[in-house]
């Protein structure tokens, strides 16, 4: 890979899906950093803020219940910390600087940047049932709740701040059902797309 | 009866639509309050003299609205035009305040003349956003003063959130001092004929001696927490005359001022009315932006100004169907003859509604019924009055979704990483409410019985 030509990998996921799997490898091949819930991480020691205090917060759907907004201006910590991540990856794009991103409406905040590719990972329910069971060490009902209530969360969040849908296949690039060819040739095949779409833009 | 089912439907609706937010509240309450005109008065009511009292063109008309030769006059119900008028006055005045640069300069000139200290720089900021809120809106003051307090903390390693929820406090406090300092005390001061100096005689004082237990309570809570880790060494400190964008502007903008507080603080004397008041620092305020005056013109907050309308239609609709009679009659009822239990109720339930709902709402629901209360209890109306102001100004306090300056306080915190949920704001602006409403109810039983 040409080293000075930015690449920018957005990869959206459902719970179980395998997507984030996908991405750490993704980021390997690419030999390309990988940002995911240690994107706060890097955001709280450049401020010099407590780091736990974010993460709480971090892609954690608004609670318009207990939350308000006067004159565009949200007390909502989860609305806040989205943004924060939203300005930090702009800002991160903007540098020039290539890496692979996990979730956080990535497929849209940096949609401008022509360096974008997007992807969104989604699998059949038992499959993904399957996974989290062994993840986690649950049973299947447990972790077909712990999916349901997870996937909730991430389509809240997301579609809160985007107009496109989470997991609607017009929003992204490349949506691949995991559950088909495996996590290997699933990966194998994104890597490709990227490579094909990277090298040789329509 | 059919009447009075839809005007507390149409009412429960607009609240409902207003807290969950989903629609911008200027389009619930306008919509409501053309819901309000069409079917409870028009089709249930067939009173075209309601409507005309609920939309209170003819008030605008009469000169006692813009001069008031003798003792001050009530105002009929319906639209507050004196509010809609003064706070769209407000509104350009401190938009040319912003932009000369006058809120920035006053920030960094006290913090500057405290040495860049932590400590004296929580305590000032204080004092400053108590005093600024008594004439000005407080999301302007909270606005400014929270954005220096972060950059200060980041130039001198304390931590930010402290100083703000104690500013953030202190602004709502503030602005339960005057008559114009809280949209509830403008429609209080407008709806029932009360100047600006029997705010600051009666409110002003109470709010005052709050203040200082409420330093004194926010000092022993954060002071551990502000030891500054910056600061000895080399730091370059913004200046407070790198906040003025243009000098003339500046000036003006000072004199428009000072030129206000005066008109206010004189009203009684002068005859002015807060509508004229309002109308005469807009207009010069414009005049004196020269070209920048359309600038000035589409930052006012037209929103806003249309959410008071709609509201007051309402509300006007309330009391025109007899509702607000009917839950003025129950609260009479439940305190019997006690005076003092009367003023209990008012005072917490005001306080305990508005941490928790938008007080304007409230505020201008509520008057009508302290006005019924007053006729059939025979409560003096100023002190239920004083009551309603500073129940619902300080209970604002106490939720980090009470009051508009809670919110824009918060998110500029929050947007610098520093969050505020609802536990840490409630863990120390709780405690603070319950004591000031306590104070408050201390002061009112002194003074008044």
């Not at chain 2, 929270?146 to 602004?171: D, K, M, R, W, Y």
Request: proline share 3%.
């Amino acid at each position: 890979m040409e080293k000075e030509k930015q690449l920018i990998i957005s990869v959206g996921r459902e719970f179980g899906s395998g997507g984030h799997v996908i991405a750490e490898e993704l980021a390997k091949r690419f030999d390309i950093p990988l940002y995911d819930d240690n994107l706060l991480m890097q955001i709280a020691e450049e401020k010099n803020l407590v780091h736990g205090d974010l993460t709480k917060y971090d892609e954690k759907p608004k609670n318009k219940l207990f939350y308000r907004t006067v004159k565009g201006h949200s007390n909502s910590p989860e609305e806040n910390v989205a943004n924060i991540q939203f300005e930090y990856l702009r800002k991160l794009a903007s540098e020039g600087k290539s890496f692979v991103i996990v979730g956080r409406c990535s497929e849209t905040k940096l949609k401008d940047f022509p360096a974008l590719i997007s992807v969104f990972v989604l699998g059949d329910k038992e499959v993904k049932a399957k996974r989290i069971m062994e993840k986690y060490d649950l049973s299947e009902e447990d972790a077909k709740q712990m999916m349901q209530r997870e996937d909730w969360k991430r389509k809240s969040y997301h579609n809160y701040y985007c107009k496109g849908k989470w997991g609607d296949s017009r929003n992204y690039d490349f949506s691949i059902n995991s559950s088909r060819l495996g996590i290997e040739k699933t990966t194998d095949m994104i890597e490709m797309f990227i490579k094909e779409k990277h090298n040789n833009p329509a | 009866m059919i009447a009075q089912i839809l005007a507390v439907a149409i009412f429960l609706v607009m609240f409902g639509l207003i807290v969950s937010e989903k629609i911008e509240r200027h389009i619930v309450s306008m919509g409501c309050g053309v819901l309000m005109l069409v079917f409870v008065f028009g089709i249930c009511m067939h009173s075209m003299p309601a409507v005309l009292e609920t939309l209170n063109i003819g008030g605008i008309l009469k000169p006692s609205f813009w001069y008031l030769a003798g003792a001050s006059e009530e105002a009929s119900s319906g639209i507050n035009w004196a509010t809609i008028i003064f706070i769209a006055g407000m509104m350009v005045m401190v938009e040319g305040m912003g932009r000369a640069g006058f809120f920035r300069w006053l920030c960094l000139y006290i913090a500057k003349m405290v040495k860049y200290k932590a400590i004296p720089i929580f305590i000032t900021f204080m004092m400053m956003s108590f005093v600024l809120a008594m004439f000005i809106d407080s999301i302007t003051v909270i606005l400014f003063l929270a954005a220096v307090t972060v950059e200060l903390a980041q130039l001198l390693g304390f931590s930010p959130v402290p100083v703000i929820i104690s500013e953030i406090f202190c602004a709502n406090l503030g602005g339960s001092a005057t008559m114009c300092g809280d949209p509830p005390n403008i429609i209080i001061g407008t709806s029932l004929g009360y100047t600006f100096g029997d705010f600051v005689k009666n409110t002003g004082l109470i709010a005052l001696i709050s203040l200082v237990f409420v330093i004194l309570y926010f000092y022993f809570c954060f002071h551990k927490e502000l030891k500054q880790t910056h600061g000895d060494g080399e730091i370059s400190y913004p200046q407070p005359e790198s906040a003025i964008s243009n000098e003339k502007d500046f000036i003006i903008s000072c004199v428009i001022f000072a030129c206000a507080v005066v008109m206010l603080v004189t009203h009684a004397q002068t005859g002015l009315t807060v509508a004229t008041i309002g109308l005469a620092i807009g207009l010069v305020t414009l005049i004196t932006a020269g070209r920048d005056a359309i600038v000035l013109l589409k930052k006012v907050d037209y929103k806003t100004l249309l959410f008071f309308i709609g509201l007051f239609i309402v509300v006007g609709g309330l009391e025109q169907t007899g509702i607000l009679k009917v839950i003025a009659d129950f609260i009479a009822r439940v305190s019997g003859d006690n005076a003092m239990l009367m003023i209990a109720i008012v005072l917490w339930i005001s306080a305990v509604a508005s941490a928790f709902v938008d007080n304007i709402p409230f505020a201008a629901t509520m008057i009508p019924i302290i006005k019924t209360l007053s006729q059939t209890a025979g409560v003096d109306l100023s002190i239920l009055s004083w009551t309603l102001a500073i129940g619902t100004d300080i209970g604002g306090s106490g939720t980090p979704i009470g009051a508009s300056a809670n919110v824009v306080g918060i998110s500029v915190a929050s947007k610098s990483g520093h969050l505020i949920g609802w536990g840490k704001y409630c863990k120390y602006a709780a405690p603070a409410t319950v004591l000031v409403v306590l104070i408050s109810m201390l002061c009112i039983y002194a003074r008044y019985f």
